[in-house]
Structures are given as structure tokens and as C-alpha cells.
Nanobody, 126 residues
């Protein structure tokens, strides 16, 4: 059974940093794209960042570009999201996602991703 499990969420002051991690189990994801989405209360799930199966290509939403960094360790089946200079508007539940290599082409659309974690809460106080 494929599972994605996020960790690292919490409460942080504006301007601070958090590092989210996602560990995949059930099969290897070394040939898959992986990504992060977030969903704030009353809002739709939105794309945050994605990384290709090779780790060579990364993509970010405009709202986090320059502040967040996605990385992966395929040997450990993990993907991480380093979040710096956090803002109150970054407050949301953050979800890890995985999909086949072609998913990276349509990475912004949540429907393109096959596997999801349960989410981890991030709260940024002002």
C-alpha cells in the first residue's frame, strides 16, 4: 500500500523558517515527480512546488518563489520543502503529492497527482 507521510509542520512567527518532510512507502518513487500543495481554510488546494523524478527540474508558485526550496532524496524516498521568510498568508495545511514522471508537465493541477499524504498544519503568526 502506497503511503505518503508528512512531518515538520508547526507554529512559527512571521519571518521564521520551517522544513517539511515527506516520506513515501509502499514502493519506490525514484522515477516519479513529487510535489507540495497547500490548502487554507475556505480555499481550494493550491500548488506550491514540484520536483522532477531526476531532481534536475523544480517549479514554484509565484507566491513562494525565492522563499521555498524543494528537494528530494530518492535513495531515502523522501521529498522536503524548506520554507524561509514565512508570512502569515503561508498558513495552511501542506500536502505532499506524488505522480508519474509525466505529472510534472501538469504539476499545477491537483488532479494530475496520483498519491497524497494526509497533510501537516503550518501556522505563521504575525
Amino acid at each position: 500500500q502506497v503511503q505518503l507521510e508528512e512531518s515538520g509542520g508547526g507554529l512559527v512567527q512571521a519571518g521564521g523558517s520551517l522544513r517539511l518532510s515527506c516520506t513515501a512507502s509502499g514502493r519506490t518513487f525514484s522515477s516519479d515527480a513529487m510535489g507540495w500543495f497547500r490548502q487554507a481554510p475556505g480555499k481550494e488546494r493550491e500548488f506550491v512546488a514540484a520536483i522532477s523524478w531526476s531532481g534536475v527540474s523544480t517549479y514554484y508558485s509565484d507566491s513562494v518563489k525565492g522563499r521555498f526550496t524543494i528537494s528530494r532524496d530518492s535513495a531515502k524516498n523522501t521529498v522536503s520543502l524548506q520554507m524561509d521568510s514565512l508570512k502569515p498568508e503561508d498558513t495552511a495545511v501542506y500536502y505532499c503529492a506524488a505522480g508519474n514522471a509525466a505529472t510534472i508537465i501538469y504539476h499545477v493541477n491537483p488532479r494530475s497527482w496520483a498519491y497524497w499524504g494526509q497533510g501537516t498544519q503550518v501556522i505563521v503568526s504575525s
